[in-house]
């Protein structure tokens, strides 16, 4: 049943595997799922070894897996994630880096690195990831590939490793935006007929400003192609803050929620972890009570703004990173610095809850490069809507 | 040529053995070495299957372990450390927690946990060890074995894996008090003839004062001894510093001299470590510039009382440890409050570089729990005829 895996993309130690009912909207297709989701029966990975031997089997099979059965699809494995989430590379120090099928030398992009090489590699039609800081969204720019990460909340988190509440989403990856937008109908209900068209599209000169200049020259013919689909176009900065401001509250937040997720665990079973995931959760340990509510009060005033930072039915354009994916095997010091950089353009939907998906529209040099679309929360139909629009356009 | 091993003190991963020489002071003894120390054509471990994997087997034998093999001593394996030599019970979370023959339910102490346990379950005549933090001493205390750490630079650290190196020492363990100062002759030549006598006995209200009740009434009857062996006898604090302030001056020093010493193989490596190792470097990382200064300016004010501190010739009696060993597997919280008890005896000979030996003199509840004597620098071969002194006592 599993596919061959050249790619490392699946987990070598779960054999889960969820046969799709006969029928159903999804019915012939398959899917992964990242080693996060609880399948009933199989213990949840969570990409690190301590955690998958102190942790039962699942009782219960994550309910947004059992709905994409129930509509027919197949769940073919399950797919590395960086450990405990806590990535945006895909280096997983336990089991190995997953092949970026289309970059062989360079990253998959993390944390839901082994969803986004099983599609890539053509092994499952779509595969399910979590998206806390841009972890679905990453691996699709990196990997070629349609990638949404929805509104916060708009997908229960259920059956599902948490990594920080106030930030974790499901999303998923795909190749083709149709199935993209399938399994947008059955988990959150999209109907192409009644998406709202977006009426104003906003090329977010902050974010390519951070960008890689071959980046945001290979992303500019995609950024036309959007500005005729929307007709109305403005380009000027998202945010009168800088984006590096949005990222470190981001981080003061995300980082301290983490930390508290995983205390009691890590003070049980004091487990292996690679150094890099170690010191984010000493440094969300060291984040006290002033940085925290300094930073909460930025995140409820950027929310307060958003009928301002979206007037009308306004689509923001933003690279989904600032640069394709990197050379696997760097030191920590050189992917560190990468990684601040890739948070502040990521940042923005996890401040505000945003929907965004990653269109895989560019390459440079081989190496696939992401553009995204990001609205106002609630916006994911019409953010569907336009990436088959988009889609189309080719 | 191995020893049976059913208290894991060895490392199943080296199969590093030197037959002593035919003749010499050791001939005819055994001896194992903590996994820190070279043997050529191996692979020194470290206690950390990424250091192991990222080393190249070392080109000669640690000058110290060829010393003892040229005096007769036969080296019969290595044994385990805590990772990276970082910990003070014995606890490693990759290759397991050696058990301490003595009290098997609980930990052996550390970080040279395997020498420990190779002396004290008789596979072994004496161990080599190292102690940056306590790390003879402790499992000495804990098994109820003789422990010493020199002078600080008395011994050459070479070939060895360096910690911290302002506090890095050589040490061995014994059962026996004679093979300690036989050892001792060979390394750094003593002689039970020409050894000073101590004229006067400090008993450290300090350091009593915050060890457990039950424990320091466990060591009185050995106290009594050694008042009988010197004569002359003071009860009063060591210092007029909280000891709990030596502490955590070393704690800074310590812990920023081993973050600089690791830094760069982390950064290269990213290696999984134990959460407890990943977070103690991360501190000693953040301890700033300010910081450290202080803490180097507290380290030669209290050197430059050495004379005041040990008038004549002083010894100094302090419990080694506050309490006999703690139960294994406990949670991180508790054992890091336990740690910090810990280091508040042990940080005297740290701070000054002063010889310190534990003697195995007392048991609570059929938990070994040692005495330890302690003098200024350069005073190795008065502590080791004091020891010998104080078995015959027995």
Known sequence: MRPPDSFN????????????????????????????????GHVTGAGNPDWLASHPPAAQTA????????????MVGKTHTDELSRGLFGENAHYGTPVNPKAPDCVPGGSSSGSAVAVASGAVNFALGTDTGGSVRVPASFCGLYGIRPTHGRLAFEGVVRQAASFDTIGW????????????????????????????????????????????????????RLRHLVGRVETQPFSKL?????????????????????????????????????????????????????????????????????????????????????????????????????????????????PQISLPVAELNGRPVGLSILAAPGSDAMLLALARAMASTL
Chains 1, 2 share one sequence.
């Open 9 to 40: 993309a699946f987990c070598s130690q779960s054999t889960a595997v969820l046969m799709g009912a006969s029928a159903g909207a999804l019915a012939g297709l398959s899917f992964a799922a990242k080693d996060l989701f609880d399948i009933v």
């Open 63 to 74: 309910p947004v897996v059992q709905k994409l059965v129930d509509a027919g699809a197949t």
């Open 173 to 224: 990856l795909a190749t083709d935006a149709g199935v993209l937008a399938r399994v947008a109908a059955v988990l959150i209900g999209f109907n192409a007929d009644q998406a709202p068209r977006p009426t104003r599209l906003l090329v977010a000169q902050d974010a390519f400003a951070l960008s890689e200049p071959a980046t945001v020259k290979a992303l500019t013919p995609a950024v036309e």
């Open 242 to 354: 800088p984006l590096s401001e949005w990222r470190d509250r981001q981080i003061a937040l995300q980082s301290r929620e983490a930390w508290v997720t995983f205390a009691d665990w890590i003070d049980q079973t004091n487990p292996r972890l690679s150094f890099e995931v170690a010191a984010a959760f000493v440094r969300g340990m060291g984040v006290d009570d002033a940085a925290l509510e300094a930073a909460n009060r930025f995140r409820r005033e950027r929310r307060a703004e958003i009928d301002e930072l979206f007037p009308d039915a306004t689509v923001v354009c933003l690279p989904t990173t600032p640069f394709p994916a990197p050379l696997r095997g760097q030191p920590r010091s050189s992917m560190a610095s990468l990684r601040a950089r890739i948070l502040a353009l990521t940042c923005i939907a996890g401040t505000l809850g945003c």
